[in-house]
């Protein structure tokens, strides 16, 4: 069964996700435990991981962006086919991505990936994409995504979400109806809820 969910609907995935080969560079530790963020301007990964990622030849992709940043000549014409989407890490800049390509819309597909879930940066990367940055087209969650965040994510501005895989997708369906009026205004719908209702005296 798929684990994809995109418009409140179970779907097959049509985009294959592009990985980077794991590095030869040993986690830095912090305090005994792995470090999972990086400080702004760190490298989150090596020349040589972009250089030996495998990139399909044909169909639709989601690279993630220092590939897509360092070998945009080649996928250049699969991005104006609509072939190419861009994968962000929770960690790393928008301004990045903003800075490689000319107009955001030309990407059909823009995925953040959560390594683990422990923060809420994945919120607010989708409202900046929606408000700030006017993103229309897909804008996908995937990673360590879990039933409790869906409803959330949608708020958020993301339009379809890849469920991990030990986890029940249909489950998670659910989740996005776990509340029928939220209170505050979001990415979803802006009006909080006092502006969506006429009260008679």
């Known amino acids: 069964m798929s684990n994809l969910i995109i418009n409140d609907t179970l779907a097959n995935d049509e985009w294959t996700l592009v990985r980077l080969p794991a590095s030869q560079i040993a986690d830095?530790?912090?305090?005994?435990?792995?470090?999972?963020?990086?400080?702004?301007?760190?490298?989150?990964?090596t020349e040589e991981q972009i250089s030996g990622t495998a990139i399909p030849a044909?169909?639709?992709?989601?690279?993630?962006?220092?590939?897509?940043?360092?070998?945009k000549p080649e996928l250049e014409q699969r991005l104006h086919a609509n072939e190419v989407g861009i994968w962000v890490d929770t960690h790393e800049l928008l301004e990045d991505l903003l800075n490689s390509v000319s107009n955001i819309n030309s990407l059909p597909i823009i995925a953040v990936h959560v390594e683990r879930f422990a923060d809420g940066r994945i919120f607010?990367?989708?409202?900046?994409?929606?408000?700030?940055?006017?993103?229309?087209?897909e804008l996908r969650a995937f990673g360590d995504v879990l039933r409790d965040q869906l409803f959330f994510l949608?708020?958020?501005?993301?339009?379809s979400y890849v469920i991990r895989a030990d986890r029940s997708a249909?489950?998670?369906?659910?989740s996005l109806k776990d509340f029928s009026q939220p209170y505050q205004g979001a990415v979803d719908n802006p009006n909080p809820v006092f502006k969506r209702y006429n009260r008679t005296a």
Request: charged share 25%.
């Open 154 to 159: 949608k708020r958020s501005g993301f339009s």
């Open 58 to 71: 044909t169909g639709k992709i989601i690279v993630p962006l220092s590939v897509y940043i360092a070998r």
């Open 124 to 137: 607010s990367l989708g409202s900046l994409l929606r408000t700030r940055y006017g993103f229309k087209n």
């Open 28 to 45: 830095r530790k912090q305090a005994g435990k792995v470090v999972l963020f990086k400080l702004t301007g760190e490298k989150t990964v």
């Open 170 to 174: 249909q489950d998670a369906l659910a």
